[in-house]
């Protein structure tokens, strides 16, 4: 056989391969019509005065079933290091399937508990049947923590910097946030590391949300640097609560089901807009809180 022919077989071969390859991969995650992803993570709570001292509230170990649109989960459970044995069940919240572990004065407790290592979600769905789907969570140095810095969060309406006890009720809300330092692209394509912007409102219900990936919707990685809140979600003489989250994210996919590490660290911050409740929209004496991390353990 003529050289110039090997080659134009190669060629050939190697195309054959690489299509292959790619539709293998689409089949794959076309079959998977169940999960949006799942993600385990450690992170840090502080809470924002509204002098802008920040302060630690806990530290915390999650993990995470999303479930897409008509997407079934069951027999949905966790295996962690600690206790390789031990089935941990997952608990359905309405919007995803959760795994909560204690919360902790210092992230030196978080570690002693729930140590680095591989986090095995078991579920069972309609398009993956059964799977152990295993997701290592780990320090870049023993010595170092991944967690980010805590963000610092700033107001703004009509380009001007707002007190959060000053927000007019009529005018959006536009929330930054201080630099993402350790923010990068994701080197496998799936997802770079992410920022969470969240509004709460005084009955603890979440009324404003800056999205998710892998949910066709628009959602902040590290390079964004400000998520608006409409005037429409506040009303008059009303408390609410901000949190801004950074996460830094270690990706990868189990059979078309993107799984996610994360070390991530979120502030919340009350505000309190002006003006005069309506009937009808008046804030409880005490508010509720939209997310346990707002938890301060000093003050248990």
Request: net charge negative.
């Amino acid at each position: 056989m003529k050289l110039i022919d090997f080659k134009f077989l190669l060629i050939i071969f190697t195309i054959v391969v690489s299509n292959f390859a790619i539709a293998t991969a689409n089949q794959v995650e076309e079959s998977q019509t169940d999960i949006t992803f799942v993600v385990v993570g450690k992170t840090g709570n502080f809470g924002q005065e509204h002098s802008g001292t920040i302060s630690a509230l806990n530290y915390h170990f999650f993990a995470e079933i999303f479930v897409q649109e008509n997407g079934q989960v069951k027999k949905s459970s966790l295996f962690i290091p600690s206790n390789p044995s031990e089935a941990i069940p997952f608990l359905d919240s309405g919007y995803a399937f959760e795994m909560h572990g204690g919360r902790y004065l210092s992230e030196l407790e978080l570690e002693e508990n729930y140590p680095d290592g591989s986090y095995i979600f078991s579920y069972d769905t309609p398009s993956t049947g059964p799977m152990k789907q295993s997701i290592g969570l780990v320090n870049s140095s023993s010595d170092s923590s991944r967690l980010p810095d805590a963000p610092q969060i700033i107001l703004s309406q009509n380009g001007e910097i707002v007190s959060p006890s000053l927000i007019q009720p009529d005018i959006s809300l536009t929330v930054t946030w201080s630099a993402f330092n350790d923010g990068k692209s994701d080197p496998m394509g799936i997802v770079n590391d992410l920022v969470f912007v969240i509004m709460g409102n005084c009955n603890g219900e979440r009324i404003s949300h800056s999205g998710r990936p892998f949910e066709n919707t628009p959602y902040l990685d590290f390079s964004a640097t400000e998520f608006v809140i409409p005037a429409e979600h506040l009303l008059p003489e009303n408390a609410y609560q901000i949190s801004v989250e950074h996460a830094v994210v270690d990706t990868t996919i189990t059979d078309g089901v993107p799984g996610l590490a994360t070390f991530a660290t979120t502030t919340f911050l009350e505000v309190m807009t002006l003006g005069s409740a309506t009937n009808g929209s008046a804030c409880p004496e005490i508010l509720k809180n939209f997310d346990a991390g707002q938890t301060d353990l000093r003050r248990l």
